[in-house]
């Protein structure tokens, strides 16, 4: 079955930088795009990217750009998110996402939950 | 960028009734329009996809409809288990948006 596991929790200080792991199981890594949502704390859900694994491309919401790179390592079929100058307002739970094809987010990691406190 | 507009923001509802939320887009977005139910301290997980079409595994109690900038979820005889937040998703324009969510609370 599919899954996605993402890295553990982190604790950073503001300006600090953050990456988090995405390690996809159970089906052809290359063959979907994935995508990063967050979840401030009791706040609703926001979209910040997707990578394609196959070719490493990547889009970014208009908010992140200058701040997150999404990477992969199809070898071990891993996806990254780093963002970078943090500050108190990212922390949040950061998800990975496959995209079921048309950006729907069919099946979802655990989450990583990131506080970025000084 | 698409702004989703659900309600209620929260219901609370008892066993076995019938629940519906909306979803409004600020613009047209087509069948593009997806339900993703987030249980506490849970990842969220897809319900429904382009409007109207049942995710596989997902009981028969759920539907939506809806197209263009108006959509639907509805939730026949509600169980305790559906105690959750629904979130309605765009997938038509970038950047892709989400509603604010709904919190379904069981009696």
């Known amino acids: 079955q599919v899954q996605l596991v993402q890295s553990g929790a982190e604790v950073k200080k503001p300006g600090a930088s953050v990456k988090v792991s995405c390690k996809a199981s159970?089906?052809?890594?290359?063959?979907?795009?994935l995508h990063w949502v967050r979840q401030a704390p009791g706040q609703g859900l926001e979209w910040m990217g997707w990578?394609?694994?196959?070719?490493?491309?990547?889009n970014f919401a208009q908010k992140f750009r200058g701040r997150v790179t999404m990477t992969r390592d199809t070898s071990i079929s891993t996806a990254y998110m780093e963002l970078t100058r943090l500050r108190s307002d990212d922390t949040a739970v950061y998800y990975c996402?496959?995209?079921?094809?048309?950006?729907?987010?069919?099946?979802w990691g655990q989450g990583t939950r990131v506080i970025v406190s000084s | 960028e698409i702004v989703l507009t659900q309600s209620p923001d929260f219901q609370s509802v008892t066993p076995k009734e019938k629940v519906t939320i909306t979803c409004r887009a600020s613009?047209?977005?087509?069948?593009?329009l997806h339900w993703y139910q987030q249980k506490p301290d849970q990842s969220p997980k897809l319900l429904i996809k382009?409007?109207?079409q049942s995710f596989s595994g997902v009981p028969s109690r759920f539907s939506a409809s809806g197209s263009g900038t108006d959509f639907t979820l509805t939730i026949t005889s509600l169980e305790a288990e559906d105690a959750a937040i629904y979130y309605c998703?765009?997938?038509?324009?970038?950047?892709?948006?989400f509603g604010q969510g709904t919190k379904l609370e069981i009696k």
């Open positions: 996402a496959r995209d079921a094809y048309g950006s729907i987010f069919d099946s």
């Open positions: 159970g089906y052809t890594f290359n063959d979907y795009y």
């Open positions: 990578i394609n694994p196959d070719s490493g491309g990547t």
């Open positions: 613009q047209s977005i087509g069948s593009n």
């Open positions: 382009y409007a109207s």
């Open positions: 998703h765009q997938s038509s324009y970038l950047p892709y948006t």
